[in-house]
């Protein structure tokens, strides 16, 4: 059965730290695309980052580049994102996906959540001013 389960979210003040976890089951996380995305009330599903299965490359969307680092624990098939100087812009419900057999590049994953195959139900993020 596949499953990803997201924890470590919870509430900090700005320029704090909070580090999510994605549990995979069901498939190893070190042959699929790991996507982690945020939604925002009343904003549509946002692209943060993602690493590639094939060599662990490694793409994030501009607004966390330098306080997000994703990372993969092939051991745990666990993948981490390590968020710091954490901003008010940065609340939201995050998500971890899984593709297999990715066909775009990492920035197009990012911009196109449709494209993920399988998804966890999400933890929540909120950083306070």
């Known amino acids: 059965q596949v499953q990803l389960v997201e924890s470590g979210g919870g509430s900090v003040q700005a320029g704090g730290s909070l580090r999510l976890s994605c549990a995979a089951s069901g498939f190893t996380v070190e042959y699929y695309a790991i996507g982690w995305f945020r939604q925002a009330p009343g904003k549509e599903r946002e692209g943060v980052a993602c690493i590639m299965s094939s060599d662990g490359s490694i793409e994030y969307v501009d607004s966390v580049k330098g306080r997000f680092t994703i990372s993969r624990d092939n051991a745990k098939n666990i993948v981490y994102l390590q968020m710091n100087d954490l901003k008010s812009e940065d609340t939201a419900l995050y998500y971890c996906?899984?593709?297999?057999?990715?066909?775009?590049?990492?920035?197009?994953?990012?911009?196109?959540?449709?494209?993920?195959?399988?998804w966890g139900r999400g933890t929540q993020v909120t950083v306070s001013a």
């Open positions: 996906a899984a593709e297999d057999r990715p066909k775009v590049p990492m920035a197009l994953m990012l911009a196109s959540p449709n494209g993920m195959d399988w």
